[in-house]
């Protein structure tokens, strides 16, 4: 049975601001393909903070969820803490940056310069589409444990978590057991 750890990101967490919803609605999606979650934390918009949870995820559990620290301004850090993780750079992605361009012109607006740095994702990652949102998500499977950093935005958490990353596990880590609770 695949072990996962889910990391939530946000100052906004931390100081009681919001309340995390996208961790227990990702356990109750794990615990339905029968993965054990080993831990959950929250973790401040900080690079090294967030790099550091991932690799001592990484030790622990075969699947690390992260959620949140995907938009566009310089306090969404996830990015570039996933790559710092795994010890590889950011990389542009023409393909990404024209899909958030067509969804800005489907909300009738144009993306700034900062939304361009939505369209960087670690070398290697496989993206993933945002349906629902602006920020792509993304997979980095490295030799330890895959990465899946999706949105903290939770009606794109909640699609993204759906329609890409559960089918994604079911393929990677075919079910090999049931959680009742």
């Not at 072990?3 to 601001?17: F, K, Q, R």
């Not at 996830?78 to 012109?105: H, K």
């Not at 444990?145 to 903290?152: D, E, H, L, T």
Request: overall charge negative; some cysteine.
């Amino acid at each position: 049975m695949p072990i996962a750890e889910i990391i939530t990101i946000g100052t906004e967490i931390l100081l009681g601001e919001i309340v995390d919803t996208n961790a227990p609605y990702i356990a109750r999606a794990l615990r339905e393909i029968g993965t054990d979650l080993y831990r959950m934390v929250s973790v401040g918009d900080n690079e090294q903070r967030i790099a550091q949870a991932i690799q001592q995820a990484c030790e622990r559990a075969d699947i690390i969820i992260t959620t949140g620290g995907l938009g566009p301004t310089v306090d969404d850090p996830t990015r570039e803490a996933v790559a710092l993780a795994f010890g590889v750079p950011t990389e542009f992605r023409p393909e990404l940056w024209e899909q958030i361009q067509a969804r800005f012109r489907r909300f009738g607006t144009t993306p700034t310069d900062n939304n361009k740095r939505q369209a960087h994702i670690p070398q290697g990652a496989k993206a993933l589409e945002n349906p629902v949102g602006t920020a792509p998500a993304f997979i980095l499977e490295g030799a330890k444990c895959v990465v899946i950093s999706i949105p903290g935005v939770p009606r794109e958490m909640e699609h993204l978590i759906q329609y890409a990353a559960i089918p994604y596990l079911q393929c990677r880590f075919p079910n090999t057991g049931v959680i009742r609770s």
